[in-house]
């Protein structure tokens, strides 16, 4: 499938927009990687059967791989920032292989890929920010089905990055973090409902959300929250239930990917929990973090019954969470 590049997007990106602080990051053009090495910032360079559908599918445009920009990688996807030249230009834009390497068939792909642009609208109606999908298309590479997607770059970094820079200042994290918490807080009422699931009345939303600091940007220059990952079984039907699930991608059975990713308390206590991981290295200062979350989500005004259980569970341990997944990080 082509999505085709609506006529008023413009991925220009260049150094007279950005502040003087950002400027050495973005400022040289990136050389590309060779395949199969990985750079400084974790970035997990392009196969050389990558390359080469890249090419067939833009013949005429010399890609650059950027390596000097920091990217989480996650478990599903190979993602990286291309860098081409047009009339003195430089536009840049995220290309991901989603799927790579959990040798997914055509038709499995194919029925993931139909159901981006869908999961994409459902964000957006409950009121995240989401990068623009130009293109996506599945390909065959080295005897397994990726999708190929082209999509917008987000300048700013993923949050990730940002929670486990120790350089970075607190208020800084916690502005992300708070976005986040407002956001899901925000669901239009009409669209959450209040049933059992794993043994515990929550709050089901709409859809899933894989949701942790490494798929959430800032938007340099605006401070605008950025949602961006699409993909994997995320679009939950009336009798709460996924619209499409893969076990090639998930371990958990599907009501307890369910919990975690589709309900809010399930969101936010798994949100949480990786996120103070790369936040305090010293465990001595989690239980004050984790203090300062809950006083968070009372401020920003998640629904009392909610709050007493994300709460009961953060000064517990996260016993609930532990009964649902052990060392398994979906």
Known sequence: ???QLPADVDMRYTCSSMSIEHQDLYASHARRLAPGAASATGQQAPTDSELEELRSLEPGIEFRVVDDIELTQGRQSRVSVLEYTKEGEDYRLIWKRMGAGKGLEVDEAEALQVRLLPYRESLISAGWNIPKLYFSEVVKIDGEAQIYSYEEFIPGGDGEQMVADASEPNFRKWHLTEEVI???INYPP????RREVCGRELTCLPHGLDLKHANVVLQQGTNKLFFVDLFGPKEVVEDFAW???ESKLDSLAPERLLAVCATREGALLRFWRLARRKWAADKSRRP???EQFVERLDSLGLPKIELD??????HGSCAWLDGIYSEVEI
């Open 182 to 184: 407002s956001t899901l």
């Open 243 to 245: 619209r499409t699930f």
């Open 1 to 3: 499938m082509h999505f």
């Open 309 to 314: 259980f994300v709460a009961s569970e953060i």
């Open 288 to 290: 004050f973090l984790s």
């Open 190 to 193: 009409d669209v959450v409902v």
